[in-house]
């Protein structure tokens, strides 16, 4: 598959493995397993050494459960991981508001990070984390999984290739239906801490805000927060978004669209009628659409439909690159470890997000937060 994408480059050949890329993690997180644990098994080049974790229990049956030898307990835990010589990179599936603290002594204990998203709680904070990870030569990414799967690299292919014209506007959603969130989130899950810089659109709002950027090609572009309408959620209604209907301006008059919801009302009398997740980006041209559905977990099932006005339209799935570099069955999680090793190793990645585009992620979901009149998510840099 060519690409007209400028993120999306030629892979260089692999180069012999002499011993692999040592993983530590911060937290025993629940996100950890899909994250990075099961895409290491298939990747030759990565072995997790250690994880810490402020419980000695939790994390010794993390440990356990996941084949990593080493944990770290207790306060120190964290500290600790850092400290040891024998750790290459470290993954932080910390909560939102503590990415930007851990990254920063994890650069500065000389180890390359791989954040998950979103990757600091302000620009300024990423700014900082990326200026330090150049000043010592090492990697940071943002771990927006998704943008590294190739059925994204194909919708961006096609929106950029001209098929269809100039974009006019584009929409994409984030939505868990509430009878699932009952399921899935706790009480006091850390997506509804606000010290800890929770909320929805920055748990659930980042993915389609970063799908519409890439799918259009805008990585860097500041994009114009038009309206940004909050519902609250029931927890810290004054605080933390449930839902976050936003539009944007974007370049040549065309606009856009996100909407993140952590719990959609059911519908019907009594909301007795249970909702769908909203998964879709849609992007309307000057000659047709195109919609992919499922964007955010891709390699469970995907399709990416382009309907032209004239013409015949085509459903395409894209699971694999066509050159077979990849390997079957790849997560989102796989694509984007494969190349984090890639750039850690100084071969050219598949696709890699920039700094500048994290950075441009985080000044617009600022900018957004403030036009909702929800109050600004506070750093804990410096606490
Ligand atoms: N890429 C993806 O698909 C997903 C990404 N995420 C992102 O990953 C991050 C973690 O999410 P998730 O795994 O769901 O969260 P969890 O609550 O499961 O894990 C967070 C970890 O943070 C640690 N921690 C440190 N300080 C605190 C604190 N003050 N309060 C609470 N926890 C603390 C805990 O580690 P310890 O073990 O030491 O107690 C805990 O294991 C978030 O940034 C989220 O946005 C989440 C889900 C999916
Ligand atoms: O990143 C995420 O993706 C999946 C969601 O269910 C989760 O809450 C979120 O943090």
């Not at 929409?171 to 699932?180: D, L, Q, T």
């Not at 796989?334 to 990645?349: E, N, S």
């Amino acid at each position: 598959m060519s690409s007209t994408a400028h993120e999306l480059v030629n892979a260089t050949v692999q180069q012999p493995i002499s011993s692999p890329l040592r993983f530590g993690i911060l937290g025993a997180a629940r996100i950890g397993p899909e994250g990075l644990l099961k895409p290491a098994r298939s990747h030759p080049d990565v072995s997790i050494v250690a994880v810490a974790c402020r419980d000695s229990d939790r994390g010794a049956q993390y440990a356990q459960k996941w084949g990593i030898p080493k944990v770290y307990s207790g306060q120190r835990a964290y500290y600790e991981l850092l400290a040891n010589p024998d750790i290459d990179a470290v993954y932080i599936p910390l909560p939102g508001g503590l990415h930007a603290v851990w990254a920063i002594r994890a650069l500065q204990a000389g180890k390359h990070v791989l954040v998950e998203k979103p990757i600091t709680t302000t620009a300024d904070e990423a700014r900082e984390v990326f200026a330090l990870a150049g000043k010592k030569g090492l990697v940071a990414l943002e771990g927006i999984h998704s943008t590294f799967h190739p059925a994204a690299q194909r919708v961006r292919e096609i929106i950029l290739s001209g098929e269809l014209g100039k974009v006019q506007s584009a929409h994409a959603s984030f939505g868990i239906p509430a009878w699932i969130s009952w399921f899935q989130f706790a009480k006091d899950d850390v997506y509804f801490n606000y010290e800890l810089a929770g909320g929805c659109m920055r748990e659930l709002g980042v993915y389609p805000l970063a799908a519409i950027r890439h799918a259009l090609g805008l990585d860097t572009q500041i994009l114009e927060v038009t309206s940004a309408t909050p519902s609250p959620h029931p927890i810290d209604p004054a605080r933390i978004d449930r839902a976050m209907h936003t539009t944007y301006s974007l370049p040549d008059s065309a606009m856009a669209e996100t909407v993140c919801d952590f719990a959609i009302p059911g519908k019907g009398p009594f909301g007795l009628i249970p909702s769908l997740p909203q998964l879709n980006v849609t992007v309307h041209l000057e000659s047709g659409e195109v919609e992919f559905c499922n964007y955010a977990v891709p390699h469970r099932y995907h399709s990416i439909k382009v309907k032209p006005k004239r013409g015949t339209a085509r459903t395409e799935k894209v699971y694999r690159y066509a050159d077979g570099r990849d390997g079957e069955g790849w997560t989102t999680y796989r694509y984007q470890l494969q190349a984090f090793v890639d750039k850690v190793r100084g071969r050219t990645p598949w696709v890699w997000i920039q700094p500048a585009t994290s950075i441009t992620e985080m000044e617009i979901v600022e900018k957004l937060y403030e036009k909702s009149g929800l109050p600004p998510r506070p750093s804990q840099k410096g606490m």
